[in-house]
């Protein structure tokens, strides 16, 4: 990619030019036949059998309108594959269902062989949005001056991950559904895009920061900023790639209610050769279809123009890595003033004093002037040759989130 291409504004009618390059196939058309044929079996169980109120809390997710946005699609079929894959699983399996396995083997194998195409999807799925947040971390890393401020990004992210994980983990240990696990994770990825957001939009010393310390272009600042924005520039990759994405969630969903109820509904008779040949058709469709959609949006995703590294864009000699020398004579007292304007901020230094002959040190600490003009020690003055800290805390930049303690 050419470095001036970086520099040019990401609109969202620059991104339908590189998306004319990617024209998406249509999907087959067995994806619409499976979904009706689905759909219809799903209103004769709850016309012969009324749906109790836990069902039907499943039922109505069939008519709930598919999420806009493309992330929170893959999210969604996360969720739905999670579920299947959870009700296919021979410990889920009803007592009939047991019954029939046990009496015809072939039976048996080709629900199994249903689960391991459902698990196949959801690792490729996983690989999919890992490989595509790796991506935006490393572009973004790629701005970053190799030195103790690139390890402190690198910290906090660490940081975040963690704490994530943490509440998560702890959902988990309560005895959540995959609904309620899913709920969660959707809103911390909610919370990562509004962090990525704020990163183009902040005002004061984390936008210098970014801007002269970093190198990131502005029009990449930009395109950040409007990320979540529903008629920014994504918009035009919702509008090209959203529609095959939403039948094939709508798919998934419905493949999910059906099996769910015929799961609730084979205790009086055995489940038929024609609902099983209509599950396997369906599968079949849905994993081929959507690992072909996801194949394509990882090249799509690859090559887009807002992953662009500091290389390509011709940052990477702009980007501040050498360190100031100051001379501060004996007696003397060098002071750096820093800004901070936002809360729960982490500070960082790094000095070191030039090789000598003579044993030399300085003395050094860090006070912080709150706005009334006092100020507060945060590291006490010591005597040292050089120092280094990647991340002092105080009421001020970047933001990193902390458990709140109980």
């Given amino acids: 990619m050419a470095s001036t291409l970086g520099l040019v504004p990401i609109t969202r009618a620059y991104l339908s030019s590189y998306y004319d390059k990617y024209p998406l196939l249509p999907l087959s058309s067995h994806v619409a036949a499976f979904s009706s044929q689905l759909r219809s079996l799903i209103n004769d169980f709850c016309s012969h059998s009324p749906t109790t109120p836990d069902e039907k809390i499943v039922v109505d997710e069939v008519d709930c309108e598919i999420p806009h946005k493309i992330d929170e699609n893959m999210w969604k079929n996360r969720e739905n594959l999670e579920e299947i894959i959870y009700l296919l699983d ?60 690139g390890t402190l990004i690198r910290q906090q992210k660490e940081r975040s991950e963690r704490n994530r994980q943490a509440e998560i983990d702890a959902l988990v240990k309560s005895g959540c559904s995959i609904r309620d696990r899913y709920a969660l994770l959707w809103k911390q990825q909610m919370e990562r895009r509004r962090q990525l957001a704020q990163l183009g939009s902040a005002t004061g010393v984390y936008k210098t920061l970014v801007k002269y310390l970093v190198g990131v272009p502005q029009v990449l600042l930009d395109f950040i ?44 008779q055995k489940m038929t050769a024609d609902q099983l040949t209509l599950l396997e058709g369906a599968a079949n469709t849905y994993t081929c279809e959507f690992e072909s959609f996801i194949t394509f949006m990882g090249e799509v995703f690859a090559n887009s123009p807002f992953f662009i590294s500091a290389d390509e864009v011709g940052a990477s000699e702009s980007r501040n890595d050498d360190y100031k020398e100051i001379s501060i004579p004996a007696g003397k007292t060098h002071e ?9 901020s982490y500070i960082a230094w790094d000095f070191a004093l030039e ?3 003579m044993k030399m040190d300085v003395g050094f600490s860090v006070e912080y002037t709150d706005s009334s003009g006092q100020n507060i020690l945060i590291l006490p003055y010591r005597r040292c040759e050089s120092d280094q800290a990647l991340h002092y805390k105080v009421d001020c930049i970047p933001p990193v989130t902390e458990p709140v303690p109980e």
């Fill in 90 to 149: 021979r410990s889920q399996w009803p007592a009939m269902v047991q019954q029939q396995a046990t009496e015809d083997p072939e039976f048996a194998t080709v629900l199994d062989q249903l689960r391991n195409k459902f698990e196949e999807s959801l690792e490729t799925l996983q690989y999919f949005q890992t490989k595509n947040a790796d991506s935006i971390f490393n572009t973004v890393m790629s701005y970053m001056p190799q030195d103790f401020r």
């Fill in 225 to 268: 900023r409007q990320i979540n924005d529903d008629e920014g520039p994504m918009e035009e990759q919702r509008q090209r790639y959203g529609p095959p994405l939403y039948s094939l969630t709508k798919m998934l969903i419905t493949i999910r209610v059906f099996l769910f109820l015929l799961w609730a509904r084979v205790g009086a």
């Fill in 336 to 344: 750096v003033l820093l800004s901070v304007d936002s809360l729960n």
């Fill in 355 to 357: 090789p000598s002959k």
